[in-house]
């Protein structure tokens, strides 16, 4: 996340915060839910000493599981808003966000905790299980005996929230075509649609989850870094321009590199 951070700061004169969570096994769900709730309630609460403005707009994101941490805390502030939350509306964040960005998501425990409407849409848990890369069936199995969450929980994922989806924030989804959780985002995306919601997709065809990092040198994870970096400018309002982004990442990268 890195040069990621670097460059939308350097071409949008953003603020931005990388946050962590604590992992399972040590602590397992929902620490790592509610280590992201906490963190965004302070940043909002301070954004002043932060320097930012979030008039000018307030994204929250992540990349798979904190893809699922964001849309998780993104639904619960609009719950919490609305007095929906399970604290009737206390703990609210301080300013409203503005958009929602969230690169190869996992959203759903297991396939049975997808809406019933919706079961006949998700096959990639099936379709991709022996995709090439780090989700083996047995790295899945891990994860959840690990994480040990509550598939039908609004802390676990937001489809879960009493009145989910209405007031969501415009949101950028990124999804590998060879991902087990590739139907989890296009899924999502479905529904927030059908609830009026702006949406923004990238599909990656023929490559796995976290194609990005695992692959860089690959021509869809390039497109994936340069469509990270656009799609969060269209989140803020920001429109430069494909070129002037390869430009600033570019010009990141060799920062880096001289350093």
């Not at 695992?214 to 390039?222: D, E, H, I, N, V």
Request: hydrophobic share 40%; charged share 20%; glycine share 10%.
């Amino acid at each position: 996340m890195g040069t990621t951070a670097r460059t939308l700061t350097d071409l949008y004169a953003a603020t931005v915060v990388c946050i962590s969570y604590r992992l399972a096994p040590e602590f397992p769900w929902p620490y790592a839910h509610h280590d992201g709730w906490d963190s965004l309630v302070w940043i909002a609460a301070n954004t002043a000493s932060l320097g930012a403005d979030p008039s000018a707009g307030f994204v929250v994101g992540g990349a798979s599981a904190g893809g699922n941490i964001a849309a998780v805390i993104a639904q619960k502030s609009i719950s919490n808003a609305k007095g929906e939350g399970e604290e009737e509306g206390k703990d609210r964040v301080a300013a409203p966000l503005t958009g929602l960005w969230m690169d190869v998501p996992m959203l759903f425990a297991r396939p049975e905790n997808v809406p019933e409407e919706y079961r006949k849409y998700h096959l990639s848990a099936e379709q991709n299980a022996d995709a090439p890369g780090l989700l083996t069936p047995h790295a899945i199995q891990f994860i959840r005996d690990s994480v040990r969450a509550d598939g039908y929980s609004p802390d676990f994922s937001p489809v879960n929230a009493r009145e989910p989806h209405v007031g969501m924030p415009k949101t950028f989804l990124q999804v590998a075509g060879m991902d087990i959780y590739r139907d989890d985002g296009l899924i999502y995306r479905r529904m927030l649609e059908e609830t009026g919601v702006q949406t923004r997709l990238r599909v990656y065809a023929g490559v796995p989850h976290g194609h990005a990092n695992l692959c860089p040198g690959l021509q869809a994870s390039k497109q994936a870094k340069v469509d990270t970096i656009e799609g969060i400018g269209w989140l803020l309002g920001r429109d430069v321009g494909r070129e002037r982004v390869v430009q600033a990442m570019e010009g990141v990268a060799g920062l880096k590199r001289n350093v």
